[in-house]
């Protein structure tokens, strides 16, 4: 057969005339010919290898023969298994043991990240730096203390919760219940905020200042403390440094002191094992002390 070339691209023409028009003759790219061949060829290696097909109640295996159900399953199985053997060592272990060994606190990190998130991230945060209300659990300035045991009992009975052994704190109600007018109030506001922030004390306050000292002493220190550092054993915080649970403006101080406060912290022993209050413990103690 004769075939005519277009004289512009040289290609050839399909014979094909409308209106004087011709058609070319332009085949399938060659690239993308060969891409359909092959994706073709791999599918059908891919259904004879594979399971692929839906047949009734079941469906072509593949005569590989995988199944990534069963392959899912074993992973699972393994994992439990990882997990039951390091559980054990975490139930029949003490805290300092698991502390000691990097490999069980790798585990207590990893797991303990995810149940600090679970229940206390609500109340401390996420990043266990607590804020208006809430303690920051990440700095070594500790309420109740920061060993392990104490953090693990802290959390066992909670604060200001009924349990038989809890914990109570108390900042008594000074200006509503009128133990002290709102003179004396603000005299000991003033010192508490003086006492971390020298620069507050002037020659012209000096007097005010060391009047509610005095206040303070007859009043505030039996409980936290002469030098006003706080006492665990009935969970008065430290006043003379810059962290604080209820802010540390002077009009913050005022209001804690009138107002009172009482924190609550829930218990834990009936809501998580005795195995993941010592994961928690080791892994709160260690967001202040990180391993070296
Ligand atoms: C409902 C809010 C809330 C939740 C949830 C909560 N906490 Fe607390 N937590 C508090 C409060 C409030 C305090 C301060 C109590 C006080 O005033 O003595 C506290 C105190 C603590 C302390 C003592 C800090 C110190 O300085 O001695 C530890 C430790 C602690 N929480 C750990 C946890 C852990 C671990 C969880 C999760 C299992 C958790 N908390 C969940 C509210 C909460
Ligand atoms: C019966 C014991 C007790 C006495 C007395 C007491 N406090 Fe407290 N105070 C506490 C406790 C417990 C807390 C912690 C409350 C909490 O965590 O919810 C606290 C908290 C505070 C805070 C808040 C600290 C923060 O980090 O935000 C201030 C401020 C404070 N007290 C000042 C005083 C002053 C001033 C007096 C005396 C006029 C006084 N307290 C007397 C027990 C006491």
Redesign the pocket.
């Known amino acids: 057969m004769d075939v005519e070339r277009d004289p512009v691209s040289g290609r050839e023409t399909t014979g094909h005339v409308w209106n004087g028009i011709k058609e070319l003759d332009t085949p399938v790219p060659k690239g993308v010919l060969i891409f359909l061949i092959v994706t073709h060829l791999f599918a059908f290696a891919w259904w004879i290898l594979m399971p692929t097909w839906p047949v009734g109640h079941t469906y072509t295996k593949g005569i590989l023969n995988t199944d990534q159900r069963t392959s899912v399953e074993k992973h699972l199985v393994d994992a439990q298994a990882g997990r039951a053997a390091w559980m054990k060592r975490i139930e029949s272990e003490n805290l300092e043991q698991i502390a000691a060994d990097p490999q069980l606190m790798s585990i207590v990190r990893s797991t303990g990240h995810r149940?600090?998130g679970d229940?206390?991230a609500?109340?401390?945060g996420i990043n266990a730096k607590g804020g208006y209300?809430?303690?920051d659990?990440t700095d070594d300035?500790?309420?109740?203390?920061?060993d392990l045991e104490?953090?693990a009992q802290?959390?066992r009975v909670g604060?200001?919760e009924q349990h038989p052994q809890g914990?109570n704190?108390q900042m008594p109600s000074f200006g509503r219940d009128g133990i002290l007018d709102a003179d004396q109030v603000s005299l000991a506001a003033n010192y508490i905020y003086s006492l971390s922030h020298p620069k507050f004390v002037t020659a012209a306050n000096r007097a005010s200042v060391l009047s509610g000292r005095e206040v303070f002493m007859s009043n505030c220190a039996i409980c936290h403390g002469e030098d006003a550092r706080g006492k665990r054993d009935v969970?008065a915080p430290n006043l003379s440094d810059t962290r604080w649970?209820y802010g540390g403006d002077l009009d913050q101080i005022v209001e804690t002191v009138h107002g009172g406060?009482q924190?609550?912290?829930?218990t834990?022993d009936e809501r998580?094992s005795a195995a993941d209050i010592k994961i928690?413990?080791l892994y709160?103690h260690s967001l202040s002390s990180p391993a070296p």
């Open positions: 149940l600090f229940n206390c609500a109340c401390h209300g809430y303690p659990l300035d500790w309420i109740w203390g920061g104490t953090i802290t959390m604060v200001n914990r704190s969970g649970i406060r924190g609550h912290m829930p834990w998580l928690l413990a709160v």
